[in-house]
């Protein structure tokens, strides 16, 4: 007969115990869980790089939908268990779920600790311990002030992620340095100048006096009456183990609620598991600890021999850009002795701290690629007396010559912890890769967890893959940019935000490209991505945009260009006609053609002549079509219901609407729109990047089509009831495409490759994100919607246009 | 003797770009890298007469805005798998004024 075991909470230690379960003992337990949260269970020591923008939630999600229904397992989201009734073996959620069991497992996590200051409970503070958290915090939205109070790991992960966003942050810290139980005052120096170095404002000796507000937070005073005005407080001071729930059952509770090893309770048929356990009088704060006390509750629910005897914990901060790590004790006394290593121009400081020539703590800062190795001899034990003169140099030091990073990890034992999430060594994941013949990075995070989790040993796993399968490792899983650097487009990008790098030279500097000035693949990618992202600060580098860009017109196979001015929606009249047609005597351009766009095309124009052409058509009102660039093209139309008796919305009035919105907005490739009236789909809208179909109740929102190199039709995105709703709509997708597109991929392949109820998720589902989307467009536009031929009608980049020196008669064009 | 002709300074030249000279026997372009090394080579690319100051400047070479061929500025080779090469011009330089030998650019002249 089945068991029944119910589970309260649904977080990460109980994840790991159900996969270790069912392959224990596959069958033997009906298990229903009961979780506070909406939502099915996800990584979230993965939350720092949501909050950041650097993952998305749907990237976190560890057990999705599918994987409760496949093992059977009865999940009740937005259900609190509020009693145990330990006499009648039945727990009860507050929407009055009510649950029999024959085995209980309390896993209710932490809570975060809110100081109870004056002003806490106000509106605007925040925690940050779940999605919930995350988005409350995002919802404030760029530019809002931000005051993070405690400087320890989880508050500074919240105030570099809110920086990311655009936030203006203030870390209150009540110790004179930050991290101070890990750090000692000169690397918490460090680390709070690579914070200000980033913008964030680092307050350290802050003893909050209250929080600031009437109806909701306006800002925080000090003991010592400083006042920081602010529109919301992340509260991340620390955890409590959320046991109330067990103490009100009349189960042992001290901090944590009691176990013995087997993770069992003072009731037999309970046990707990998590941070809300408290094993031999430590309660953990970390999930390494969590998933060794997983395996042992699976094996006991399993009747199988285990028992925990509680674990050393290391840990990294999640902040791109700031290495950090640490593991074991750092406490002073008089048996201790350190090793300190300095490097201010490098920015790296490494202590350790020994006790009997054994190391019991270690902190890196800076350099962090020696952590696994002291880990591994802190967890082991080692004697060092031998290694005494050379340690902190780290592994690659010993032995006299400096050994490559390859050779590092092949020395290494095979029982060094590689991955301390998730406890894997180095033997099991090189194990895993030659007997399950695996080949890449998701296949050993599928098979062994290593990198699973917070994905800082990635690295070494991947070293691993090399170190084991030589050069039949491919890890172009992620092809690079191009051959002068190793990183993929999307790591570059992701790379230019949180390092805050607003350059071409900066990229290549800081992302250690092989070429001095890279080549002509990589440059444009690089200026567009610095366009798109910094609008208003990055400067265009011309030298690094293709020759039509750089000239805002088309080069032709002999050398000459052609002119295409923009006509809105394909709307134009006579004024314009007769300017285009001067133009092409006045200059004897010799073919003048109407294009697929819907506009005229002047071909054989020289280069030369280029300024004095657009002169004259800006004289007539018209500006550049940007026919040539990697970004807004045209917006087609038909005649909609302005003339066509099947007309159901003004498309063509629609269409000019986007076209005078979006023109002058660079995009990852060209982008091009099309609005029809009806069905019938005149305007061809059905195979554009983006398209629009009239109808009687408003408007149906397509994207993704393809009809050059490939022919795809689009997919309905949405239905919008007015303008207003399908302007915004085009206007958010646009921007999450220019935020998320790989340079010259068309928003198909974009759409292909992140799926698109990723991107409804965006623009359609919530809101306030596409709002969000929106309004950066809009702010981008301020300095996207320049007309370049005005520009250089008035000088701009003269010497484009006219030789250097010339000699002997005057060459025809070639 | 080599008459020495000035083009001009390089400071007419933007870094990683290139300005042409126009000649009776052709288009030259001279080109600026970023270090600022100077290189004058044909501004027809041997594939399909691509006008080469177009181009992309990296490095010491130059990408042909027509078809990508790559060429080393200093050889005028076609670099990678292309077969090619352009005529490539002296130059000298000095106090920033770039001079070239007067008997390339006047020598279809006559
Ligand atoms: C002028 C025009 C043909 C015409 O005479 O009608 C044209 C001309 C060129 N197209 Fe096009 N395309 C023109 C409409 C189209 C259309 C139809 C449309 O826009 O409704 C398509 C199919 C839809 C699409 O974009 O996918 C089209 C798909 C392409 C492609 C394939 C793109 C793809 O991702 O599959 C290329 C090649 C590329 O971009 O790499 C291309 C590239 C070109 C280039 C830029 C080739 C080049 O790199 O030099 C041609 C430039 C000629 C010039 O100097 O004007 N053209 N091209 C049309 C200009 C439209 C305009 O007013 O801006
Ligand atoms: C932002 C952030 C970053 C972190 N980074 C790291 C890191 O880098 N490394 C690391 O080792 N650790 C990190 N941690 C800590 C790690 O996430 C936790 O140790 C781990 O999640 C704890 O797992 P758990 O299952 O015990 O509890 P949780 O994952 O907290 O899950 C508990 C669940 O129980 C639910 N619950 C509570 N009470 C009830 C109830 N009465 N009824 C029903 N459901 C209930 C909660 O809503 C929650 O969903 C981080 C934590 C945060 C918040
Ligand atoms: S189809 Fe487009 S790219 Fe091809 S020749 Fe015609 S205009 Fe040029
Ligand atoms: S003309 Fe230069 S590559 Fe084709």
New binding site residues.
């Given amino acids: 007969m089945t068991e029944k075991l119910v589970i309260?909470?649904?977080?990460?230690?109980?994840?790991r115990m159900l996969e270790h379960l069912f392959e224990a003992a596959p069958g033997r337990y009906a298990v229903t869980i009961?979780?506070?949260?909406p939502r099915v269970?996800y990584?979230?020591?993965?939350?720092?790089p949501v909050?950041s923008g650097e993952k998305t939630y749907e990237e976190i999600i560890t057990h999705g939908d599918d994987w409760y229904a496949e093992n059977g397992v009865t999940l009740h989201k937005s259900?609190?268990?509020?009693l145990i009734d330990r006499e009648a073996r039945k727990v009860i959620?507050t929407n009055g779920i009510v649950a029999d069991y024959d085995k209980l497992v309390i896993?209710?996590?932490?809570?975060p600790f809110i100081p109870p200051v004056p002003g806490h409970q106000l509106p605007g503070v925040v925690t940050?311990?779940?999605l919930d958290d995350v988005d409350k915090m995002l919802a404030v939205g760029p530019g809002a002030r931000v005051v993070v109070i405690g400087g320890g790991?989880?508050g500074l992960?919240?105030a570099a992620g809110l920086k990311m966003r655009g936030m203006d942050v203030t870390v209150l810290h009540l110790m004179p340095t930050l991290m101070e139980r890990q750090l000692d005052p000169a690397a918490g120096y460090l680390l709070e100048k690579a914070f200000k170095d980033r913008g964030v404002t680092v307050i350290t000796k802050a003893n909050t006096k209250q929080v600031l507000g009437t109806d909701r937070v306006e800002g925080v005073e000090l003991n010592d009456g400083m006042i920081i005005p602010c529109e919301m407080v992340v509260m991340a001071v620390g955890?409590r183990p959320?046991s109330g729930?067990a103490k009100a059952s009349g189960l042992a509770v001290n901090r944590g609620i009691v176990v013995d090893d087997q993770m069992r309770t003072d009731d037999p048929h309970i046990f707990a598991?998590?941070?809300?356990?408290e094993h031999r009088g430590t309660c953990?704060?970390?999930?390494?600890p969590?998933y060794e006390m997983g395996q042992v509750l699976a094996h006991t629910l399993a009747e199988q021999e285990a028992s925990y005897q509680g674990s050393v914990?290391s840990?990294?901060?999640?902040v791109t850009g700031i290495d950090l790590f640490s593991a074991g004790d750092f406490g002073e006394g008089e048996d201790r002795e350190e090793i300190v290593l300095r490097d201010a121009t490098a920015g790296v400081y490494k202590r350790l701290v020994l006790k009997d020539d054994r190391i019991i703590g270690a902190v890196l800062y800076g350099e962090t690629a020696d952590g696994p190795w002291f880990f591994d001899m802190l967890k082991r034990g080692v004697d060092t007396r031998e290694l005494r003169d050379t340690l902190i140099f780290g592994q690659a030091y010993q032995g006299g010559t400096p050994l490559d990073p390859m050779a590092a990890v092949a020395a290494l034992p095979d029982e060094a912890e590689i991955c301390?999430?998730n406890g894997v060594c180095k033997g099991k994941i090189t194990g895993a890769i030659t007997g399950k013949g695996l080949t890449s990075l998701d296949g050993v995070r599928a098979h062994t967890k290593a990198s699973a989790?917070?994905g800082?040993c990635t690295h070494l796993v991947e070293q691993l893959l090399h170190a084991t399968l030589g050069d039949a490792y491919n890890p172009a899983a992620v092809q690079p940019m191009c051959p002068c650097t190793e990183y993929g487009h999307d790591d570059v990008r992701r790379l230019i935000i949180a390092k805050g790098l607003k350059s071409i030279p900066a990229v290549m500097q800081e992302l250690e490209w092989k070429t001095s000035c890279g080549c002509a693949k990589c440059r444009p990618a690089l200026n567009y991505y610095l366009v798109a992202d910094w609008p208003g600060e990055y400067e265009d580098d011309g030298q690094s945009r293709f020759i039509n860009e750089r000239v805002h017109a088309n080069i032709q196979k002999d050398g000459t260009y052609s002119v295409v001015p923009r006509m809105w929606g394909g709307m134009t009249n006579p004024k314009e006609l007769r300017a285009i047609a001067d133009v092409a005597d006045k200059f004897a351009i010799p073919a003048v053609k109407v294009t697929g766009g819907q506009r005229i095309d002047l071909l054989g124009v020289k280069k030369e002549d280029l300024p004095a052409v657009w002169a004259d058509l800006n004289a007539a009102g018209m500006v550049s079509g940007a026919a040539y660039a990697k970004g807004l093209r045209t917006v087609k139309t038909c005649v909609g219901s302005d003339w066509c008796r099947f007309g159901t919305q003004d498309s063509t009035g629609l269409g000019i609407r986007i076209e005078k919105f979006m023109w002058g907005a660079w995009t990852p490739a060209k982008l091009k729109l099309a609005v029809s009236g009806c069905p019938r789909n005149c305007a061809e809208a059905t195979c554009k990047d983006i398209g629009v179909i009239c109808v009687d109740s408003g408007y149906d929102i397509h994207f993704a089509g393809a009809a050059g190199l490939d022919i795809k039709g689009t997919e309905l995105l949405c239905h919008a009831d007015s303008e207003d709703e399908a302007l915004e709509i085009i206007v958010a997708l646009t921007q999450l495409y220019r935020e998320q597109g790989r340079y010259l991929e068309r928003i198909y392949k974009w759409a292909k490759r992140v799926g698109t109820p990723s991107i409804k998720a965006n623009v359609v589902d919530d809101l306030a994100k596409r709002r969000h989307y929106f309004e950066r467009f809009v702010y981008s536009q301020t300095f996207a919607q320049v007309d370049p031929w005005e520009e250089r009608v008035n000088g701009k980049d003269a010497h484009e246009f006219a030789a250097m020196a010339e000699f002997g008669m005057p060459v025809a064009a070639e | 003797m080599t008459e020495w002709i000035e083009i001009g300074s390089i400071d007419a030249i933007p870094r990683r770009g290139s300005r042409c000279v126009n000649t009776p026997a052709g288009r030259i372009a001279v080109f600026r890298t970023q270090d600022d090394q100077i290189f004058a080579i044909e501004n027809r690319c041997p594939h399909r007469q691509g006008p080469l100051s177009e181009g992309i400047v990296h490095g010491a070479s130059v990408t042909c805005p027509l078809h990508n061929w790559v060429f080393d500025l200093a050889t005028g080779q076609a670099l990678g798998a292309d077969e090619g090469q352009v005529k490539t011009y002296p130059i000298d330089i000095v106090e920033r004024r770039i001079f070239m030998a007067g008997e390339r650019i006047l020598v279809a002249a006559e």
Wanted: aromatic share 4%; charged share 15%.
């Fill in positions: 309260i909470g649904n977080g990460m230690a109980p994840g009961f979780n506070a949260e269970n990584n979230r020591l993965m939350l720092s909050l259900s609190p268990v509020t959620s896993a209710t996590g932490s809570s940050y311990r779940d790991l989880l992960e919240a955890i959320s729930l598991l998590g941070e809300c356990a953990y704060g970390l999930v390494a969590l914990t840990t990294k901060l999640k301390g999430c989790s917070c800082s």
